[in-house]
Protein backbone atom coordinates (compact mmCIF):
# COMPACT_ATOMS: atom_id res chain seq x y z
CA UNK A 1 0.00 0.00 0.00
CA UNK A 2 1.17 3.82 -1.16
CA UNK A 3 0.89 6.61 1.45
CA UNK A 4 -1.09 9.22 0.30
CA UNK A 5 2.19 11.39 -0.16
CA UNK A 6 3.89 9.97 -2.99
CA UNK A 7 0.92 11.42 -4.97
CA UNK A 8 1.84 15.12 -4.13
CA UNK A 9 3.00 17.03 -6.76
CA UNK A 10 6.68 18.40 -6.17
CA UNK A 11 6.18 21.83 -8.41
CA UNK A 12 2.77 22.03 -5.66
CA UNK A 13 4.36 21.07 -2.45
CA UNK A 14 5.82 25.22 -2.36
CA UNK A 15 3.19 27.00 -0.85
CA UNK A 16 3.76 30.04 -3.07
CA UNK A 17 3.51 27.97 -6.16
CA UNK A 18 0.21 26.14 -5.07
CA UNK A 19 -1.30 29.15 -4.27
CA UNK A 20 -0.48 30.52 -7.67
CA UNK A 21 -1.98 27.57 -9.26
CA UNK A 22 -4.80 28.09 -7.24
CA UNK A 23 -5.59 31.59 -8.35
CA UNK A 24 -5.86 30.52 -11.68
CA UNK A 25 -8.05 27.56 -11.18
CA UNK A 26 -10.68 30.10 -10.66
CA UNK A 27 -10.03 32.01 -13.72
CA UNK A 28 -9.42 31.51 -17.32
CA UNK A 29 -6.48 33.37 -16.77
CA UNK A 30 -5.51 36.22 -14.57
CA UNK A 31 -2.89 39.66 -15.38
CA UNK A 32 0.19 39.26 -13.53
CA UNK A 33 -0.19 41.92 -10.90
CA UNK A 34 -3.94 40.58 -9.85
CA UNK A 35 -2.00 36.91 -9.29
CA UNK A 36 1.09 38.67 -7.26
CA UNK A 37 -1.80 40.76 -5.02
CA UNK A 38 -4.08 37.56 -4.51
CA UNK A 39 -0.48 35.61 -3.62
CA UNK A 40 0.67 38.41 -1.18
CA UNK A 41 4.49 38.17 -2.91
CA UNK A 42 6.58 40.83 -4.86
CA UNK A 43 7.14 40.83 -8.66
CA UNK A 44 10.74 39.47 -8.79
CA UNK A 45 9.54 35.63 -6.75
CA UNK A 46 6.16 35.63 -8.45
CA UNK A 47 8.31 35.71 -11.79
CA UNK A 48 10.74 33.08 -10.72
CA UNK A 49 8.04 30.78 -9.49
CA UNK A 50 6.04 31.13 -12.55
CA UNK A 51 9.04 30.82 -14.46
CA UNK A 52 9.62 27.24 -12.82
CA UNK A 53 5.54 26.51 -13.10
CA UNK A 54 6.07 27.41 -17.01
CA UNK A 55 8.90 25.29 -17.57
CA UNK A 56 6.80 21.95 -16.09
CA UNK A 57 3.83 23.14 -18.17
CA UNK A 58 1.36 23.70 -15.69
CA UNK A 59 1.26 27.77 -17.16
CA UNK A 60 1.58 29.62 -19.95
CA UNK A 61 2.68 33.34 -19.65
CA UNK A 62 1.71 35.75 -22.48
CA UNK A 63 1.57 39.24 -23.06
CA UNK A 64 -1.00 41.79 -24.57
CA UNK A 65 -0.89 45.09 -25.71
CA UNK A 66 -2.60 47.21 -23.55
CA UNK A 67 -2.46 50.74 -24.66
CA UNK A 68 0.77 51.68 -24.98
CA UNK A 69 2.19 48.59 -22.46
CA UNK A 70 2.32 45.08 -23.25
CA UNK A 71 0.79 43.41 -19.93
CA UNK A 72 1.85 39.90 -18.55
CA UNK A 73 -1.48 37.40 -18.10
CA UNK A 74 -1.15 33.90 -17.00
CA UNK A 75 -2.93 30.62 -17.65
CA UNK A 76 -3.12 27.72 -16.19
CA UNK A 77 -2.79 24.54 -18.85
CA UNK A 78 -4.78 21.50 -18.65
CA UNK A 79 -1.69 19.79 -17.42
CA UNK A 80 -1.16 22.28 -14.69
CA UNK A 81 -5.11 21.48 -13.42
CA UNK A 82 -4.75 18.30 -13.62
CA UNK A 83 -1.86 18.59 -11.41
CA UNK A 84 -3.65 21.13 -9.05
CA UNK A 85 -6.54 18.45 -8.77
CA UNK A 86 -4.35 15.56 -8.04
CA UNK A 87 -2.11 17.11 -5.30
CA UNK A 88 -5.34 18.36 -3.51
CA UNK A 89 -6.71 14.99 -3.50
CA UNK A 90 -3.66 13.91 -1.99
CA UNK A 91 -3.58 16.68 0.39
CA UNK A 92 -7.36 15.66 1.25
CA UNK A 93 -6.48 11.67 1.77
CA UNK A 94 -3.83 12.77 4.15
CA UNK A 95 -5.59 14.81 6.19
CA UNK A 96 -8.96 13.46 5.98
Known amino acids: ?19 IAAALAAVEEAEFAA ?3 A ?3 NDAE ?3 QVSRLETAGYLVVSKKKSGRYARTWLTLTPHGRDRLSSHVSALRQITG
Open 46 to 48: LSR
Open 39 to 41: VET
Open 1 to 19: MTHPRAALDKELTAPLRLS
Open 35 to 37: VRD
